[in-house]
């Protein structure tokens, strides 16, 4: 029913910036909760952001907090996670997930839909 397509990703010394976008194709995109988590190889998966239906609400992991700003646009389907000032700790896969919910619950998470991922490499 839904498809979630990552893409931005890249490779970017550290101090750069990237902007990840997630596009879905769903009808319904306003009514939930979308986010980004990422995963680091080795590492278990890690929320980093959620921002809810309306764009209105947003939570960020405190490690990427003043450095990522997630946002949405509901008219192109579309959810953003701006990332500045970026760290060699912040190299993984990032993944965007839609959550069950509209609204965001701090980092927890009801996901049902995964994209695929995109890789961003920060270099030192």
């Known amino acids: 029913q839904v498809q979630l397509v990552e893409s931005g990703g890249g490779l970017v010394q550290a101090g750069g910036s990237l902007r990840l976008s997630c596009a879905a194709s769903g009808r319904t995109f306003s009514s939930y909760a979308m986010g980004w988590f990422r995963q680091a190889p080795g590492k278990e998966r890690e929320f980093v952001a959620a921002?809810?239906?309306?764009?209105?609400?947003?939570y960020y992991v405190a490690s990427v907090k003043g450095r990522f700003t997630i946002s949405r646009d509901n008219a192109k389907n579309t959810v953003y996670l701006q990332m500045n000032s970026l760290k060699p700790e912040d190299t993984a896969v990032y993944y965007c997930?839609?959550?069950?919910?509209?609204?965001?619950?701090?980092?927890?998470?009801?996901?049902?839909?995964w994209g695929q991922g995109t890789q961003v490499t920060v270099s030192s």
């Open positions: 921002i809810d239906w309306s764009g209105l609400s947003t």
């Open positions: 997930a839609r959550d069950a919910r509209a609204g965001v619950y701090g980092s927890t998470w009801l996901g049902d839909y």
